[in-house]
């Protein structure tokens, strides 16, 4: 069966920089769509970034408004892994982050969808303060 584990969460000074790892097994990487969501105390569940394809045609991102230019998505199809690096870190990026993956599914448009995500890891906590 598939499993998502999550590694590298943690405490971090605003302006800081947190990479998360995300170890992937029982599961095809193929052109299927991989992510990362996240959730604040007291918020909804919200698509951070997600990454889909291989090969010739290289893969394809996508990110949340809040963090495009501050985190990179990155998935090693050899390693079985899935990456978020976070730079430039604000206090309301403080959340539980999720390792994400959809059930034979590219992204698409609608990539931040909470619906479409069919796999999820326990999550790791992010503090930035």
């Known amino acids: 069966h598939v499993q998502l584990v999550e590694s590298g969460g943690g405490s971090v000074q605003a302006g800081g920089s947190l990479g998360l790892s995300c170890a992937v097994s029982?599961?095809?990487?193929?052109?299927?769509?991989m992510g990362w969501l996240r959730q604040s105390p007291g918020k909804e569940r919200e698509g951070v970034a997600a990454?889909?394809?291989?090969?010739?045609?290289?893969?394809?991102?996508y990110y949340a408004d809040s963090v495009k230019g501050r985190f990179t998505i990155s998935r090693d199809k050899g390693s079985n892994a899935l990456y978020l690096q976070m730079s430039s870190l604000k206090p309301e990026d403080t959340a539980i982050y999720y390792c994400?993956?959809?059930?034979?599914?590219?992204?698409?448009?609608?990539?931040?969808?909470?619906?479409?995500?069919?796999?999820w890891g326990q999550g790791t906590q992010v503090t930035v303060s």
């Open positions: 990454a889909a394809g291989f090969g010739a045609f290289g893969t394809t991102t």
């Open positions: 994400t993956a959809r059930d034979r599914e590219t992204c698409g448009s609608n990539w931040d969808a909470l619906s479409k995500w069919a796999y």
């Open positions: 029982g599961y095809t990487f193929s052109s299927n769509c």
